[in-house]
Nanobody
Framework: QVQLVESGGGVVQVGGSLRVSCAVS????????LGWFRQAPGKEREFVSG????????DYEDSVKGRFTISRDNAKNTVYLQMNRLKPEDKAIYYC????????????????WGQGTQVTVSS
Protein backbone atom coordinates (compact mmCIF):
# COMPACT_ATOMS: atom_id res chain seq x y z
CA GLN A 1 0.00 0.00 0.00
CA VAL A 2 1.12 3.54 -0.81
CA GLN A 3 -0.46 6.71 0.51
CA LEU A 4 -0.16 10.03 -1.30
CA VAL A 5 -1.04 13.48 -0.02
CA GLU A 6 -0.72 16.51 -2.30
CA SER A 7 -0.32 20.11 -1.26
CA GLY A 8 0.69 23.43 -2.72
CA GLY A 9 -1.94 24.20 -5.32
CA GLY A 10 -3.32 27.67 -5.69
CA VAL A 11 -3.85 30.64 -7.96
CA VAL A 12 -1.03 32.13 -9.98
CA GLN A 13 -0.85 34.61 -12.82
CA VAL A 14 0.15 33.70 -16.34
CA GLY A 15 3.91 33.43 -16.51
CA GLY A 16 4.21 32.78 -12.81
CA SER A 17 5.48 29.80 -10.86
CA LEU A 18 4.03 27.32 -8.43
CA ARG A 19 5.28 24.19 -6.72
CA VAL A 20 3.08 21.27 -5.75
CA SER A 21 4.21 18.57 -3.36
CA CYS A 22 3.28 14.97 -2.77
CA ALA A 23 4.08 13.27 0.52
CA VAL A 24 4.57 9.56 -0.02
CA SER A 25 4.25 6.81 2.56
CA UNK A 26 4.18 3.06 2.29
CA UNK A 27 5.84 -0.23 3.13
CA UNK A 28 8.31 -0.20 0.28
CA UNK A 29 9.52 2.12 -2.42
CA UNK A 30 11.40 -0.59 -4.31
CA UNK A 31 10.32 -0.47 -7.92
CA UNK A 32 8.07 2.51 -7.30
CA UNK A 33 7.49 5.29 -9.78
CA LEU A 34 5.72 8.53 -8.94
CA GLY A 35 3.88 10.69 -11.38
CA TRP A 36 1.87 13.85 -11.74
CA PHE A 37 -1.28 13.85 -13.81
CA ARG A 38 -3.73 16.65 -14.43
CA GLN A 39 -7.33 16.92 -15.41
CA ALA A 40 -8.97 20.04 -16.76
CA PRO A 41 -12.77 20.44 -16.89
CA GLY A 42 -14.23 18.42 -19.73
CA LYS A 43 -10.93 16.76 -20.55
CA GLU A 44 -9.39 13.41 -19.83
CA ARG A 45 -6.74 12.98 -17.19
CA GLU A 46 -3.30 13.31 -18.75
CA PHE A 47 0.22 12.43 -17.76
CA VAL A 48 2.38 15.44 -16.93
CA SER A 49 5.60 14.06 -15.50
CA GLY A 50 7.03 11.04 -13.74
CA UNK A 51 10.05 10.03 -11.72
CA UNK A 52 11.45 6.63 -10.83
CA UNK A 53 12.08 6.60 -7.12
CA UNK A 54 15.30 4.60 -7.08
CA UNK A 55 17.09 6.02 -10.13
CA UNK A 56 15.60 9.49 -10.17
CA UNK A 57 15.15 9.33 -13.93
CA UNK A 58 12.32 11.49 -15.21
CA ASP A 59 9.84 11.85 -18.03
CA TYR A 60 7.75 14.78 -19.18
CA GLU A 61 4.79 15.40 -21.41
CA ASP A 62 5.88 17.49 -24.38
CA SER A 63 3.90 20.61 -23.53
CA VAL A 64 5.61 21.01 -20.14
CA LYS A 65 9.17 20.19 -21.13
CA GLY A 66 11.47 23.05 -20.22
CA ARG A 67 8.86 24.62 -17.93
CA PHE A 68 8.12 21.94 -15.32
CA THR A 69 10.60 20.02 -13.21
CA ILE A 70 9.85 16.93 -11.16
CA SER A 71 12.11 16.00 -8.28
CA ARG A 72 12.14 13.89 -5.15
CA ASP A 73 13.52 14.28 -1.67
CA ASN A 74 14.37 10.83 -0.36
CA ALA A 75 14.83 12.04 3.21
CA LYS A 76 11.35 13.59 3.28
CA ASN A 77 9.68 10.97 1.06
CA THR A 78 8.26 13.78 -0.99
CA VAL A 79 7.93 14.40 -4.70
CA TYR A 80 7.72 17.90 -6.09
CA LEU A 81 6.54 19.42 -9.33
CA GLN A 82 8.00 22.84 -9.92
CA MET A 83 5.92 24.65 -12.53
CA ASN A 84 7.36 27.74 -14.21
CA ARG A 85 6.10 30.01 -16.98
CA LEU A 86 2.57 28.82 -16.33
CA LYS A 87 0.02 29.15 -19.10
CA PRO A 88 -3.79 29.31 -18.98
CA GLU A 89 -3.91 25.79 -20.40
CA ASP A 90 -2.03 24.49 -17.34
CA LYS A 91 -5.10 25.14 -15.22
CA ALA A 92 -6.32 21.81 -13.88
CA ILE A 93 -6.57 19.58 -10.87
CA TYR A 94 -3.15 18.03 -10.39
CA TYR A 95 -2.98 14.51 -9.04
CA CYS A 96 -0.03 12.66 -7.61
CA UNK A 97 0.03 8.98 -8.48
CA UNK A 98 2.20 5.97 -7.86
CA UNK A 99 2.75 2.71 -9.64
CA UNK A 100 4.86 -0.41 -9.37
CA UNK A 101 4.29 -0.89 -13.10
CA UNK A 102 6.03 0.97 -15.89
CA UNK A 103 5.93 4.74 -15.79
CA UNK A 104 4.49 4.57 -19.30
CA UNK A 105 1.34 2.77 -18.16
CA UNK A 106 -1.91 4.58 -18.89
CA UNK A 107 -3.45 6.42 -15.96
CA UNK A 108 -6.04 3.67 -15.47
CA UNK A 109 -3.25 1.28 -14.52
CA UNK A 110 -1.62 3.44 -11.88
CA UNK A 111 -2.49 1.86 -8.55
CA UNK A 112 -2.40 4.73 -6.08
CA TRP A 113 -3.74 8.27 -6.24
CA GLY A 114 -3.80 11.34 -4.09
CA GLN A 115 -6.84 13.53 -3.63
CA GLY A 116 -5.71 16.18 -6.10
CA THR A 117 -4.85 19.83 -5.76
CA GLN A 118 -6.27 22.69 -7.84
CA VAL A 119 -3.95 24.86 -9.91
CA THR A 120 -5.54 27.97 -11.41
CA VAL A 121 -3.70 30.21 -13.83
CA SER A 122 -5.27 33.63 -14.18
CA SER A 123 -4.68 36.10 -16.98
Amino acid sequence: QVQLVESGGGVVQVGGSLRVSCAVSGRTFVGLALGWFRQAPGKEREFVSGIRWRSGSTDYEDSVKGRFTISRDNAKNTVYLQMNRLKPEDKAIYYCAATFRTIYAPSSQWEYWGQGTQVTVSS
